[in-house]
């Protein structure tokens, strides 16, 4: 079965496209977040020949099928319009009835750039890499190479809008590719050549303000919630025949007047409103302007309104130096702190700590924190008073010293000299940055199951053996057998989890612990457990064994029922299955095995008394 038709197979069964909330995929697993999990068709997804185990649990319809999930999650990508969760889908969802407020405001926020937090922080890193080069007279900063690389580290900030409108509709089901080419017609030429003129622009007798919309968010974001709604009235009204190219003609032709009438000269009015409040304040007191300003400054740069403060900068260069500057530094380095206490907190989650690394680095050596921002401030919402409260102490001690820059540069440790006086500055960014790595470090991300996996990768062995220790019984009689002999490489490559085999010498399956049954084939070859300490094992008796159809198989206990340690689960004829050509060697797979630190085998003869596996 090729991953197009198992991707449609699984599509058609688990209810359809308009039944599904979100989906993730992890190692082994297509997580599903279904809206009503009663239109799942469970029997005939285990009857998929490639679908290994289905499981409802923690919120998630669970379709395990093995090492080429993540080609069959693609496939569903590229083929259904359903939105994408978290990599992991390590956390529990709520649900979209109960979100409200600012939880549906941080949601469509972080959804949005989550998708583009690695273009960000490899763009970030070669302006980084670019600044150092400068800085040490390494690259000729007039020369093509420079300028290419300039490019390569520019360019997405610069089309930022585009990316943002398509990771913006998808995120609310919207067509993505129509909500990007609604912001590319506010970069067009034609559009910004109108920046040019400055007065007696009309659009169908309405005035219209001309904004520049390179490297904004906050217009493409009020766009596309907009949008969002209109697509799905287009489409419910429109005819089937008209509809492919109808709904998203309107659509872009109804969203970009819209936008350039409506958001954009609204956004430029807020940034312009920002600006007076920020020039008024320092000159009312350079201190209380420190404390405000460093706190907000974050907030502003994820709106992206903080650009109407820059015109208010570059005007005080020439009134004895700007004090703005120096005082968004201090956030900067604040934010910058918060990624690297993140990173040295991280043990054992290589993802969020090699996303710490990154982000923090382009902070640090470029300036440039948008990566921080969108994909660690806004997911774990826990370091946002965090931020802001070294924010505000680094910029009082900013303010506090009357610190001043006399040019535009990127609030970096590279541009350390640009400011005046030079040592008030370090010490107020000096003291921003180590609060803020001091608290992400001590009180980590908020995420309570990131957190504890930290937090037990910070315990001593000894705590670790005694009290992390989990062991697990011999669910058959016979000879333990090394994972990585089996004769399949879903087993055998440990896709499907760490454990072992077992060559059965009598046709019986005991409970290794004590538990629940949460998945049962109908062809009752396997069998999903999880037991009271919350460790998940597949018991899967024979190699493609599902072919016999249920044939040699007696299973003794039902879906959710509980059961002890010993306990008889099900018993196969193992002569029968071994005449009809099928090895009996069975695969005992903790399916969870990431959750542990290690997961220890013990080999020979076993029977249901003995210990054959360790967990840490």
Sequence with gaps: MSNHDLAQAIMENVGGEENVRSLVHCATRLRFKLKDSSKANREALDE?????????????????????????????????????????????????????????VFEYISGTFS???????????????????????????????????????????????????????????????????????????????????????????????????????????????????????????????????????????????????????????????????????????GILGGI??????????????????????????????????????????AQTGIAFGVFLRSHRNKQLKSLALSASTSGFLAGVTEPIL????????????????????????????????????FNSVLTIPSYSPMLGYSIGVGTSFIIATVLAFIFGTGDQKTDAKEETADNSQSAADTELKIEIAAPLKGEVVPLSQVNDSVFSSGAMGKGLAIKPSEGKVYAPFDGKVVSLFPTHHAIGLVSTDGVELLIHVGLDTVQLDGLYFDTKVAVDQEFKAGDLLLSFDQD?????GYDTVTPVIVTNSADYMDVFVEEGPVDQSSRVMILV
């Design 48 to 104: 998929v020949p490639e679908v290994l185990s289905v499981v409802e649990q923690g919120g998630q319809f669970q379709v395990v099928i093995g090492n080429k999930v993540s080609k069959v999650y693609q496939a569903i990508m590229d083929n259904y319009s359903i939105r994408s969760g978290e990599s992991e889908a390590t956390r529990d969802e709520v649900s979209q009835e109960k979100k409200t407020g600012w939880n549906k």
């Design 115 to 285: 998708p583009l937090i690695p273009a960000m922080t490899g763009a970030g890193m070669i302006k980084a890499l670019l600044a150092v080069l400068s800085i040490f007279s390494l690259i000729d900063t007039e020369g093509a190479t420079y300028a290419v690389l300039n490019a390569a580290s520019s360019g997405f900030f610069t089309l930022l809008p585009i990316f943002v409108g398509i990771t913006a509709a998808k995120q609310l089901n919207a067509n993505p590719f129509v909500g990007g080419a609604i912001a590319a017609a506010l970069l067009d030429p034609s559009y910004t050549a109108l920046l040019e003129v400055k007065e007696g622009l009309h659009f169908m007798g309405l005035p219209l303000v001309v904004t520049d919309y390179a490297s904004t968010v906050f217009p493409i974001l009020l766009a596309m919630a907009l949008y969002a709604p209109i697509e799905r009235f287009l489409k419910k009204h429109t005819p089937d025949t008209i509809s492919l190219f109808f709904v998203p003609m309107m659509g872009i032709l109804i969203m970009v007047p819209l936008t350039v009438l409506a958001f954009g000269p609204f956004a430029q009015y807020a940034s312009g409103l920002v600006g007076q409040a920020i020039n008024g304040l320092v000159n009312f007191s």
């Design 292 to 333: 405000l300003i460093s706190g907000v400054w974050p907030f502003l740069v994820i709106l992206g309104v903080h650009w109407g403060v820059v015109p208010l900068m570059i005007e005080n260069f020439a009134k004895g130096g700007d004090i703005i500057g120096p005082i968004t530094a201090a956030a900067t380095f």
């Design 374 to 409: 969108y994909g660690l401030v806004l997911r774990y919402r826990r370091l946002i008073p965090l931020m802001v409260i070294a924010s505000m102490i680094g910029g009082a001690i900013v303010g506090v010293f009357d610190v001043r820059v006399f040019t535009f540069v």
């Design 576 to 580: 029968k299955i071994a005449e009809a």
